[in-house]
């Protein structure tokens, strides 16, 4: 897409110098930045990056520290009559239908009834919701109630929307639904600014910032971001990643060799390169005298992950990776890799007349890495607690950990962590009273508390906001 801002010389959002401290800890560091008339704005970064305090900003529900933040020419808090604002957490009412949920919305903006209608019928329509309206919105998909909010924030038809990381927890096609609505809109001139951690969603932005640890470190169009680079990819699939890996990561100290970097991701190696058709000559040879086979190596454009882990590596602000703290004695030795840790044959859960599970099969070893995938609705959500033994399963039979009976016991709950599509903390503890809590409930013993914390504060990027209640951390500090 080509940016707005050459046909738009007045921009609807001017930030300058925005800066929003927490106590000592500082969210958003000085952030500057301009979003133009109909414009796709995407505001990229991990979790804790500080995207949701800019929201928060921007949408007029908090006040800066310090900066100049401008919104259709006013502050924000006087602009907020002319924003749509989806938050990261769903903003319904759960026993409310669709349509109940749309007329309150309409009652708070004072939308008047000839034109409420009228948008009402526009937007369900485009969300696919339109036959649906006497459904509560409790007994929605997650992607559904994303789209039934999206039409709330619709309804009072801003001038601008603001999204935050509005398509986290929904499944992939609603994902591709919910943007192709967006692309819509914007065709419309509405002007939209949204945060996702999805960077194959921020490639469908006009134009992107990169933010990381409360900075914006770039600011361009896809192509733009991917010129400034100077690299191209070389896209190499072998089946022996980890040797490649390392191989190749040694060499990118290796001036002739013309590798930059090195990053991996699944089952393929990114090689950024200085010029692919000669480097991947190099590639190959070394790969060759130690050996190693390659599956195939082609020449692909540079990617918008790639862009963002170079320019972290860059800077020095990479995460680390920090080994978990196991205990000396270790997993037992009785324990084989092979065996099997969770096992279902036949497994079915019926609810009344609807059946969620349909005879599942799995077969789960030790060390396995095992993904569940499927649209909302397809019943992972319900597999899963079946299999943590919070649901009885209808029928079928159930191996867990070496046993098939008694999978409720609590020594076999102690052995299995558990995280909800629903955030299971508690709002009013801190941070490290919720950690602490957590390790009563699961029995790790004195001597191992704070060494287990302290590794889950610094592999969340946690330290230093021990004492910060949980209900003011970020969706991805949760």
């Known amino acids: 897409m080509n940016s707005p801002e050459m046909n738009s010389p007045a921009p609807v959002i001017q930030v300058a110098g925005l800066t929003k401290n927490y106590g000592n800890f500082t969210a958003v560091h000085g952030i500057d930045f301009e979003v133009y008339p109909g414009e796709i704005f995407g505001l990229i970064g991990p979790d804790g990056a500080g995207k949701t305090t800019t929201f928060h900003i921007l949408g007029g529900v908090m006040e800066a520290s310090s900066g100049a933040i401008d919104v259709l020419g006013k502050p924000p808090r006087n ?16 026993d409310l239908s669709i349509d109940e949920n749309l ?7 004072q939308v008047p009834e000839l034109e409420f209608n009228q948008r009402k019928d526009k937007y369900l329509h485009l969300m696919g919701l339109n036959s649906i309206g006497d459904r509560l919105a409790g007994q929605l998909s997650g992607g559904m109630k994303q789209k039934l909010a999206l039409c709330c924030a619709l309804v009072s038809q801003p001038q601008i929307l603001l999204l935050d990381e509005p398509t986290t927890g929904v499944d992939p096609v609603s994902r591709r639904e919910f943007w192709d609505v967006l692309a819509a809109l914007a065709d419309e001139g509405m002007t939209i600014v949204v945060a996702t951690p999805y960077l194959d969603e921020a490639e469908r932005c006009h134009r992107i910032a990169l933010m990381y640890e409360g900075k914006i470190s770039e600011i361009g169009t896809l192509n733009q971001l991917r010129s400034n680079l100077g690299l191209q990819r070389l896209e190499l699939r072998t089946k022996e990643l980890a040797e490649t890996e390392q191989l190749l990561l040694a060499a990118t ?5 013309g590798i930059s970097d090195v990053q991996t991701f699944g089952d393929r190696i990114d090689v950024l390169v200085r010029d692919a058709t000669t480097d991947a000559v190099h590639v190959r040879a070394i790969l060759s005298q130690h050996h190693l086979t390659i599956t195939s190596l082609e020449t692909s454009d540079v990617t918008l992950e790639n862009v963002f882990v170079t320019r972290l590596r860059q800077q020095g602000s990479e995460p680390a990776f920090i080994e978990f703290p196991r205990s000396k004695a270790g997993r037992s030795a009785s324990v084989d890799s092979l065996d099997v840790a969770i096992g ?4 079915r859960k ?3 007349s609807f059946q969620a599970v349909k005879n599942v099969d799995l077969e789960i070893c030790y060390g396995e890495i095992y993904g569940l995938l499927g649209a909302n609705g397809a019943g992972k959500t319900t597999t899963i607690k079946i299999l943590c033994g919070l649901l009885e399963a209808s029928s079928g039979e159930m191996l867990l950990a070496g046993r098939s009976q008694n999978l409720r016991d609590a020594s076999i ?11 299971t903390l508690y709002d009013d503890l801190s941070v490290v009273e919720n950690l602490e809590f957590y390790c009563g409930v699961y029995g790790v013993p004195q001597k191992s508390r704070r060494t287990k914390i302290d590794w889950v504060l610094e592999t969340c990027g946690l330290t230093g906001q021990e004492k910060m209640r949980f209900s003011q951390n970020s969706r991805g500090g949760r």
């Open 79 to 94: 602009a907020r009559l002319s924003l749509g604002y989806l938050t990261q957490q769903f903003s319904l009412y759960l």
């Open 103 to 109: 007329n309150y919305s309409a009652g708070l903006h």
């Open 253 to 257: 100290q290796d001036e002739p060799s």
């Open 344 to 347: 279902a044959r036949n497994l």
């Open 350 to 352: 019926v609810f009344g």
């Open 413 to 423: 709950r102690q052995r299995i962590g558990y995280m909800s599509q629903k955030f």
